[in-house]
């Protein structure tokens, strides 16, 4: 497994971009014949941080800020998105810490979905 990260991790083109994050979570994704969930949770956990990335950029925010304001703001300027982007946070902090729960495929799947709106709506309409 180890391998298979290394081997994709130097597949994306640098510099990283919010975009590489989404590329990684598909890939992840893909390659998981045997339905691993440790793969599953880091689809989710690469998937959010393409979107968030995506919306820093968008609202033309830099350095570390809290993901509750980067949400809030986006939320203020598409109602839509930013509640995506909120759901796709609360998915993701279940996927980082709550090691006893199940993630699912259909879990992993759901973030995918929900990231690719976020970038390419907010990549493709400034």
Do not use: W
């Not at 598909?26 to 919306?55: M, V």
């Not at 809290?66 to 203020?76: A, D, F, T, Y």
């Amino acid at each position: 497994m180890i391998l298979l990260l290394l081997s994709l991790i130097q597949a994306i083109d640098m510099p990283v971009q919010c975009q590489s994050f989404y590329d990684l979570a598909d890939k992840l994704y893909q390659d998981n014949p045997q339905s691993e969930e440790i793969l599953f949770r880091s689809t989710i956990n690469r998937a959010y941080y393409g979107a968030f990335h995506a919306t820093k950029i968008y609202l033309g925010l830099k350095g570390e800020i809290p993901h509750s304001v980067v949400i809030s703001k986006l939320e203020r300027k598409h109602r839509y998105l930013g509640g995506l982007l909120g759901s796709l946070f609360t998915t993701r902090k279940d996927a980082d810490y709550e090691i006893g729960a199940s993630i699912t495929q259909s879990e992993a799947r759901k973030a995918l979905k929900k990231a690719d709106i976020i970038i390419h709506s907010l990549c493709t309409h400034p």
